[in-house]
């Protein structure tokens, strides 16, 4: 009798698994059709069984529409980039789903525990992945966040039972052990971590991974729930307009770029005096940066016909070319379109030492992109905010920011363009393109004086250049970035000292 209903349980477990597999299988294809992207992280205990969850999760999917990817170790690419770089490049394209081994959040729960991180970087930790996990799920991606739970015991039972056999006694270390003897001290820690970023947007769900079927049955039911609302909240989203609030009529037409001295002007022989100097102490601390593992972003905006390539081009002309990027930005292509708006930059960050240089960036969301309607106002709206936090994610990370209006007047702008028209070499500058947008000069103006106001922040100012000289905003944005270095290197050199 007692067989017999063992066999009935197990025969029952093996049903409600098709099922919710089956289950599972249509909305992926669902997801897919609406363009929706997926996000499940696992996190746990060692030896809950994150992996043969995983597997057992996947067999349900459709192997083209999804990727594994393991978050509990760094590689040297990995380790010399910003820790939530890593992720954000791996974020999935609209329609598909990413799966991880091991979250971001293991960055204050077992990177606290093994490192004893301080105070002030678990805070700014735990800022960056709070509003990490804000940008992906405003944009619409469902992340489904699990947390699989052992007791003590049992946990110590699966280290012997892996140790028990040469083929897996290598995934045991010695760091799995001490966690085991201070489990309640991780367990607590585990347990801050879950209610300290535990939101509506990005639930956690805790799993009992003690019964591997029960545990395999409760991650399918709670991942296929949030596909299942995601679907239901993108179909009333369609039924219901949006509301977009109206703009404070004229509040940024008379903002910072009506209060710049654009008489500011420099001769030739100051220009060339000084492009020497400064070209040769760019150069050396180029060195200094590359030694200290000092990562630099440097983001250049402005009117057509500012100056930026000029700049740009004098700027990197004595650097060692193995250590820096131009990144130009032009329309996405249909792969960028596909994901957040934000991951094509990150895919461009540079590593530890190295000097990244964008030739126009992600403020076109706040620009071209709203000015065009590329965007709806609720999305132009809340980038603010999430460039502020990529931005500020970077600086914690070791990073320079430092972003450059170049600034000119209408009338410099019209001259500027006239002479390219006129010069046969430099004709390929000029297009119908630009004449169109210097129809819009005013829409620019104020939306520009927004995007100063709203992000130029103590991490990463904005630098207004005045541009009607060219030689004098040369100048002023080669000082200003060498000061910077100047300042990152010293503070680098004082920290080290202090630990030595």
Known sequence: MQEEKKKSRKEGDKARLAAAAARLGVLQRRLKDEK??????????????????????????????????????????????????????????RG???IFDTSWNRRIFADRFDRDLGKRETEESLSD?????????????????????????????????LEASADTAWRVTEADWERNRRYKKYARITKEMIDATNVPWAPWTVIDAAHKEKAALAIMEVVSSAMEAALEKKAAGRETPRFEPPLPPDKYKKGILSHVDLEKTMDREEYRKKLDQLQ????????????????????????????????????????????????????PSSTEKAHHYLWRFWTRFPKDGHIAVFDRTWYGRVMVERIEGFCTEEEWHRAYQEINDMETHLVHSGAVVLKFWLHIDKDEQERRFNDRMKNPEKQWKITDEDWRNREKWDQYEEVVNEMLEKTSTEDAPWIVVEGNSKYYARIKVMETVADALEKKIKEVEKAKKKHE
């Open 36 to 93: 929706i992207p997926v996000i499940i992280t696992f996190d746990g205990f060692d030896a809950a069984g994150k992996g043969l969850q995983i597997s057992r999760l996947i067999q349900a999917l459709d192997p083209r529409g999804f990727d594994v990817y393991t978050g509990d170790r760094d590689g040297e690419e990995e380790a010399m980039h910003p820790f939530l770089w890593r992720f954000a490049i791996r974020c999935p394209e």
């Open 96 to 98: 598909r789903i990413a």
């Open 280 to 331: 040769k102490r760019l150069e050396r601390l180029h060195g200094d940066l590359y030694r200290y593992r000092i990562p630099v972003v440097l983001g250049f905006e402005g009117w057509d016909a500012a100056g930026k390539g000029g700049v740009i081009r004098r700027l990197t002309s004595h650097l060692d070319p193995r250590g820096y990027q131009v990144c130009p930005t032009a329309s």
């Open 129 to 161: 992945i709070r509003a990490f996990e804000k940008q992906l799920t405003d944009d619409g991606t469902v992340l489904v966040r699990l947390f699989l739970e052992i007791s003590e015991k049992e946990q110590r039972k699966r280290f012997k039972k």
